[in-house]
């Protein structure tokens, strides 16, 4: 115990020093004497009590250990990893080919293990990380996409396409604000690309707004929408619910309803009626071998698409 009153009575000292510093608003100099309080009752110490005094302060304390891990990551970065012999150069450039096709035939899953099978041959290629972005992106992991992204650009700060898909990818995740920032660094880069030229554009369009469908529950729904991935589920899901049979019996249109709208109604029509069910809804489709949505549909009455589709029906008519 005695260290720990060592340490509160180091942190009180510095918190002390501040205080007398004169550089604090009269709200910050407030909170810190409160906090002094707290800790001075939390911890029975008081600066009076010198034989809690250490050598060194905390500020100089942090700044000797500061220093020793600057120097040690200097070390570190110093040391290079060990190359990949030309046979596992080839062997990598082997597996991106073969992740590229998969990404032709739309087999984005199939990309993603070849990709990271490249990678753990050579991680140093940025190439590789980037395509694996591709593929992420492509199965909805926009979280993913960022991380080999940063990877990339940290590998080849020069990496336009890097940058470019770092741009896709925070814009999927609406954060339109840093996508921007990203795509003009990539045209800084490759500045006659057109395709960063426009992505740029609809970026800054969006920075201001939000798409209607956005926001419903804390959840976007566009994005949701637009994701392969998820409605690929969905229309799974709509399939184990029967939804689009009951589509069918609207006076034989068969295909004005189709799978994403349908989807997009029932999330549309359960949001205005309960955010919590729509958040909960959209978490359950998400898990893997879900069976919730005809657990919800069958269930929820609040929100119940039948009653949805049967005042539509009524409309209509």
Known sequence: MTDNKRLA?????????????????????????????????????????QSLAVPMTLPEIFTSATAKY??????????????PTEEQKAEAERLKSDGNDQMKVDNFAAAVEFYSKAIAINPQNAVYYCNRAAAYSKLGNYAGAVQDCERAISIDPNYSKAY?????????????????????????????????????????????????????????LAGLLSNPGFMNMVRSECLACN??????????????????ELTA?????????????????????????????????????????RNYFDNKQASEG
């Open 164 to 220: 470019g898909r770092m741009g896709l990818a925070l814009a999927s995740l609406n954060k339109h604000t840093e996508a921007v920032s990203y795509y003009k660094k990539a045209l800084e880069l490759d500045p006659d690309n057109d395709t960063y030229k426009t992505n740029l554009k609809i970026a800054e369009e969006k920075m201001d707004t939000s798409s209607p469908t956005a926001g419903l529950g804390g959840v976007d």
């Open 9 to 49: 009575f180091s942190i009180i000292q510095f918190l002390h020093d501040q205080l007398q510093s004169g550089t604090l608003s009269s709200d910050a100099q407030e909170s810190l004497e409160v906090a002094v309080q707290c800790l001075e009752t939390a911890f029975e110490v008081s600066t009076d009590d």
């Open 265 to 305: 109604n029932f999330l549309v029509s359960v949001s205005f009626k309960s955010p919590f069910l729509l958040h909960r809804t959209i978490v359950q489709m998400m898990r893997p071998h879900s069976k919730s949505l005809p657990l919800i549909y069958k269930s929820t009455k609040s929100c119940d698409f």
């Open 70 to 83: 600057s120097a040690q990551s200097q070390v570190n970065n110093n040391s290079t990893p060990n190359s």
């Open 243 to 260: 939804i689009s049979k009951r589509s069918r019996s609207f006076g034989g249109h068969q295909n004005q309803l189709h799978s994403s």
